[in-house]
């Protein structure tokens, strides 16, 4: 949710702020802009739109050359996404532009006080405050230093600020809280981010921020401080993977890529999870065994495609653990008053790390004396770095803004966490640990059979491409997410009309809605070994008999469904458990093909933002 980029050094800063605002283009693309300082004054230049109507007005309207800069791309919080609401936002004086992620809660007070001492405001933005009070600062003798930290002390709410001003040669200076802010280190030059993919082609090497600190970087040093000035820490890390990573790679759609690579995703997501010693390791629980025994409860608290990941692990978790496992929407948790002490384990599940519903709600567990443990992909992140334990997914970056690898990879992910818990608290013997662990191994084989076999999918789904249709998803068990998920990818990126629902509550009102050739997507629970089998293929007739047009997806082999199936997709052999790893892929696949052939942006969907980091 809006994208922030800093540079200062020997290059072009314009050409190093476009490229990185282009690979931070997922996080919102409802306006573009960038800053620079040459010839002892600012110059800038946005555009609403995405990064090409900025580009055009380069080329147009050339910037002086510079070596330091700033840039955002925005998903629209306070004002409509205009010109004029576009960001950098330049004080009245010219002193002073900033970039700005997340929302400054007490803006309207700060405009009221800025508009009585007579400042002019030129936009909607809550924005703007922070760089009218940034040149109040500034006329006062402060440096940019100086003058971030005074700003952000008097802000509420989370921010992102980046600025630069021309009487500081050489110099951006950033603040954050709440919201993401990471330092790239390079030779001769230092970069400011909302994430390194926007200069992971210059460096690896990163400064991880913590909260409430002020940042500036020059050409050769980086300096940390808290808002009073005072000298601070930041966490150097480096990035473990390269910039092929965040290219397309041949594909139209860094979707269709992620999709493709949930093989590897997966499998890197397991490697090295089994130690000599015949044990689970997980990447950082600084958890105690001895508390995670006493544990009684587990909740799991996510938002999206994450929250249904959640949904699935539930079912292993509370099989293999015995504990009572809630999963909870991260918006709804804290603002319900929910039971939580310290015999609670709170699983919080982010691709990003920094969604702003889910940081808020772990903050409150935090406070109630909950151990928190995150899923994550994102190294470094706000919510592992606040969380008591990290387990990361290792699926590499993920750029299509509908999670696709991120998904998969949590729910992984969240089955070691269960059989890490069955094994500290003895729920189950090595011996048992090992088997579910050897048939996990064997899942990136199974997906991949999936992939190779894609392309009936996408025929389907070029047949469907039409606005108007309505898709419905049936499921059981680990089966239901699945649906709530195949219906969540529909309705982001092909803006479909896409409920998904549990099969058994079908005849309870949802079954209302089947007219004669509703397209019904039922996922079938694995044959002979599952005991809701048969009762799924008994809601599959009865959709059929009202005039469904059903597709289903099946176990290979599985000739119960077939008569029912006016479109039959086989599936790989698994346990049920397993079955989501192999059944969501279909779905993913169709909701790519589909929003593809209607002619939309699959990877930057309208109204949406990759990483949402206001509540
Ligand atoms: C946004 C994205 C979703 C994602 C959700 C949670 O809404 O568009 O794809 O599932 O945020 O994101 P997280 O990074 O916390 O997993």
Redesign the pocket.
């Known amino acids: 949710m809006c994208g922030i980029v800093g540079y200062v050094g020997q290059r072009q800063a314009e050409d190093v702020i476009i490229e990185g605002l282009r690979r931070l283009e997922y996080r919102g693309y409802d306006s573009a802009g960038l800053a620079v300082v040459a010839d002892g004054g600012l110059h800038w230049a946005k555009k609403a739109g995405k990064l090409t109507n900025l580009e055009a007005e380069l080329e147009a309207n050339p910037l002086p050359a510079s070596r330091q800069g700033i840039g955002h791309t925005r998903w629209a919080t306070h004002g409509a996404p205009t010109d004029e609401n576009a960001h950098p936002h330049v004080s009245a004086d010219g002193s002073v532009a900033v970039v700005h992620n997340g929302i400054i809660e007490n803006f309207a007070a700060l405009r009221a006080e800025l508009k009585d001492e007579g400042v002019e405001f030129r936009s909607d933005t809550d924005t703007e405050v922070a760089a009218h009070l940034l040149a109040r600062e500034l006329a006062g003798g402060s440096t940019l230093q100086q003058a971030m930290g005074a700003v952000a002390s008097r802000l509420e709410g989370a921010f992102t600020l980046v600025a630069v001003t021309p009487n500081e040669l050489d110099t951006v200076v950033a603040a954050r809280r709440n919201s993401p802010l990471v330092v790239g280190v390079g030779q001769g030059e230092n970069f400011l981010a909302s994430d390194v993919a926007a200069f992971i082609e210059h460096t690896r090497d990163a400064l991880e921020l913590g909260q409430d600190q002020v940042v500036t970087i020059t050409p050769d040093a980086v300096t940390v401080t808290d808002f009073a000035g005072n000298p601070s820490e930041a966490h150097p890390y480096h990035v473990d993977w390269d910039l092929s990573a965040a290219e397309k790679q041949g594909h139209d759609w860094f979707m269709r890529k992620e999709i493709f690579e949930q093989p590897r995703a997966v499998a890197d997501t397991l490697l090295g999870r089994w130690s000599d010693r015949g044990e689970l390791v997980l990447d950082e629980v600084r958890i105690s065994p001895e508390d995670l025994r006493r544990i009684n409860k587990i909740v799991i608290v ?5 929250f249904y990941a959640g949904m699935v692990a539930k079912y292993a978790i509370e099989h293999w653990t015995r504990v009572a496992c809630e999963v909870e929407l991260a918006s709804e948790f804290r603002y319900r008053d929910p039971i939580i002490d310290p015999m609670t384990l709170v699983v919080t ?7 702003a519903d ?1 940081l808020m709600a772990i903050r409150h567990a935090r406070e109630q004396g909950a151990k928190v443990i995150a899923i994550c992909n994102t190294n470094g992140a706000t919510i592992p770095r606040e969380s008591d334990a990290v387990i990361y997914t290792h699926a590499g970056p993920e750029i299509g ?3 696709t690898k ?1 998904f998969l990879t949590q729910v992984v992910a969240c089955y070691l966490l269960g059989l890490y818990l069955a094994q500290v608290r003895g729920m189950k013997y090595g011996d048992e640990i090992r088997a579910i662990m050897t048939e996990l191994e064997a899942m990136p084989d199974a997906i991949q059979s999936v992939l190779d076999g894609i392309e009936p999918v996408y025929q389907l789904a070029r047949t469907m491409a039409v606005h108007e249709q309505a898709v419905f998803f049936l499921g059981r068990h680990v089966g239901y997410p699945v649906a709530l998920e195949g219906a969540l990818k529909l309705k ?1 990126i092909a803006y479909m009309h896409a409920e998904g629902f549990a099969a058994g509550e079908l005849k309870h009102g949802p079954i209302a809605v089947i007219e004669e050739g509703t397209p019904v997507f039922v996922i079938v629970p694995p044959q002979g070994r599952d005991q809701l089998h048969d009762k799924v293929v008994s809601n599959i007739q009865e959709i059929r008999a009202r005039g469904a047009r059903t597709i289903v997806l099946a176990e290979q082999g599985d000739e119960s469904v077939r008569p029912f199936a006016d479109t039959l997709f086989a599936l790989p052999r698994c346990s049920t458990l397993l079955q989501p790893l192999v059944a969501t892929v279909p779905l993913q696949a169709f909701a790519l093909e589909l929003a593809t052939a209607l002619g939309h942006d699959v990877d930057q969907p309208r109204n ?5 980091t206001v509540e």
């Not at 599940?349 to 969604?355: A, D, F, K, L």
């Open positions: 996510a938002c999206g495609s994450s599940i982010s691709q990003s790390g920094e969604t889910t803004v509908a999670s991120g982001e949406l933002a990759k990483s949402v």
